[in-house]
């Protein structure tokens, strides 16, 4: 029987701790608001869709083919056990399913911790293990996302396995993982990038005929069809679905998301501002910043090939119309990995305080982000405030547009995700009388005289960026007639860390700001 030296009990007492730091990171979330009695479906408005098609395909439902491609469907196919699980004779269970889900999400984003510990292992040492794995366990936008039922953080598992498989020298399996990838989320599929660039850096220097450096690429090339069609068999079975679907989101992310994403300027400034810069915190990023400086003068292997698929993938998800911030999340174990580079001999003096200071100050904005999950929801708050009102006497409350996730819980089906039942939902209300209008913003609800009107940020924040018409006519009215009563949610103090900036879009989710206006007294 071996006995572990003390050094290598130190290192694995250090890979538990921060492990378990990642997955305390990433658990109050799993709980936060599930669907109930009060709304059917949860707040985030991504997690219904990837759970119906979940719960279509075996062992929860019939067959394979969940038709619904928006997405690869490896992680479909993985949620489908949770699904399974929340199944009664009743039906499925939707809280305890996505529970179940938002729990699977977590461990794939604390496992992707493990990988980035031993690829910054071999990169830098213990050293540059404990600055990898520490760098993904606190990435904020790593941790908010790993707490929910989407695709991002489980594409970013599997692309920091092809990644870590690039630079240890198995291009092979670094191309099945990126196939997995993008069996999980399109664009993922960019990691085919590393183990590709790890071929031609490895033939190039070993000075082999390009036969070799042909034959290499081609294998990679095979494999990561392999891990796609495995994880995503309808490519080859159900052709029709799966470019459907596939067609769906290429014309979705090249047309545009509505008002969110207009007039917000060059893709890679976007993306660097308003996705990387609250997505990391200035301090991760600025690390960042410094590894890939110091990486481009190194010109080290393993370097070089995270910094193309940076490259690579930076470039592809700043080309599309859609922004959400997290896409940039199949980044972040590429960023880790580089800032472990940080760590390797001859080390700069200021490595050490500046990586500690910039993991210390990052770990208080992830805190202060999962605090959004431990307070009453916002959209919660605002309904049982206007119940408490509609129990003293009768009263009619209007909305811009049609509820939906960013709505206070009037009726609980504003989680629909047909804007028709959502319509329909809001006609039959709780305690109150809803009035919806025709379209956005339509000013003529307001001709009817509600005693309240409630307005989401969600709703609000790009009509008031883009000075739209309808919007500032409705406002001018609402302005006029009414007085604001209570403001639910908002900005959860994290100024500092993102400079200012307001949280983009999907970084909200858990934090929406509610206005409520009353009618003003008539003189």
């Known amino acids: 029987m071996t006995t572990a030296r003390p050094g290598q009990t130190r290192e694995r007492l250090a890979l538990l701790l921060i492990l378990a730091a990642a997955l305390f990171l990433r658990l109050p979330g799993t709980a936060w608001e599930l669907p109930g009695r009060l709304h059917a479906f949860s707040y985030h408005p991504d997690e219904l869709p990837v759970l119906g098609a979940a719960s279509s395909v075996w062992p929860c439902g019939q067959g394979f083919n969940p038709r619904f491609y928006n997405y690869g469907t490896l992680q479909i196919y993985l949620l489908s056990v949770p699904a399974a699980l929340s199944r009664s004779p009743d039906g499925i269970n939707l809280a305890f399913a996505t529970l179940l889900s938002r729990l699977l999400t977590a461990l794939m984003g604390t496992a992707t911790v493990a990988v980035c510990w031993y690829g910054g292992r071999r990169v830098a040492g213990v050293a540059g293990a404990v600055t990898a794995a520490a760098f993904v366990a606190i990435a904020p936008v790593h941790v908010q996302h790993s707490q929910f039922v989407t695709v991002d953080v489980p594409a970013a598992f599997w692309t920091s396995l092809a990644l870590v498989a690039a630079i240890s020298a198995r291009t092979g399996a670094g191309g099945f ?135 690579v993938y930076f470039v592809l998800i700043s080309l599309g119309v859609v922004r959400f911030a997290r896409y940039v999340m199949p980044l972040i174990p590429a960023l880790a990995l580089l800032c472990a580079a940080l760590m390797r001999q001859p080390r700069p003096r200021w490595a050490i305080p500046a990586v500690s200071a910039a993991l210390a100050v990052t770990a208080a904005y992830g805190l202060l982000l999962n605090n959004a999950f431990l307070k009453p929801d916002p959209r919660t708050q605002a309904a049982e405030w206007i119940w408490e009102q509609a129990s003293e006497h009768s009263i009619s409350v209007a909305g811009p547009t049609v509820p939906w996730f960013y709505s206070p819980p009037l009726s609980p089906e504003f989680g629909a995700l047909s804007v028709e039942d959502r319509r329909a939902a809001a006609a039959q209300a709780r305690g109150v009388r809803m009035l919806v209008g025709a379209s956005d913003w339509d000013v003529s609800i307001l001709d009817q005289d509600p005693d309240a009107v409630v307005i989401s940020d969600f709703e609000s924040e790009d009509p008031e960026r883009l000075k739209e018409a309808d919007f500032e006519r409705f406002m001018s009215r609402v302005r006029r007639d009414y007085k604001p009563a209570r403001q639910f949610g908002g900005q959860p103090g994290v100024e500092f860390f993102t400079l200012g900036w307001k949280l983009p879009h999907d970084m909200r989710y858990p934090s929406p700001e509610i206005a409520v206006y009353v009618r003003k007294a008539q003189p």
Do not use: N
Request: hydrophobic share 55%; aromatic share 10%.
């Open 177 to 311: 993982f990126a196939g997995l990838a993008a069996a999980t989320k399109y664009p993922a599929g960019a990691a085919v990038s590393a183990p590709l660039a790890a071929v031609w850096l490895m033939v190039s220097r070993a000075k082999r005929p390009k036969a070799a450096k042909a034959g290499a690429a081609t294998a990679v090339a095979a494999a990561a069809l392999a891990g796609f069609l495995i994880g995503c068999p309808g490519a080859l079975i159900w052709t029709a679905d799966f470019v459907r679907g596939l067609t769906y989101e290429m014309s979705h992310v090249s047309s545009g998301h509505g008002l969110v994403f207009r007039d917000t300027g060059p893709g890679p400034f976007h993306h660097l501002f308003r996705s990387l810069l609250p997505g990391l915190g200035w301090p991760l990023l600025a690390l960042a910043a410094a590894a890939i400086i110091l990486a481009l003068g190194r010109r080290q292997k393993d370097a070089r090939v995270l910094l193309i698929f940076a490259f």
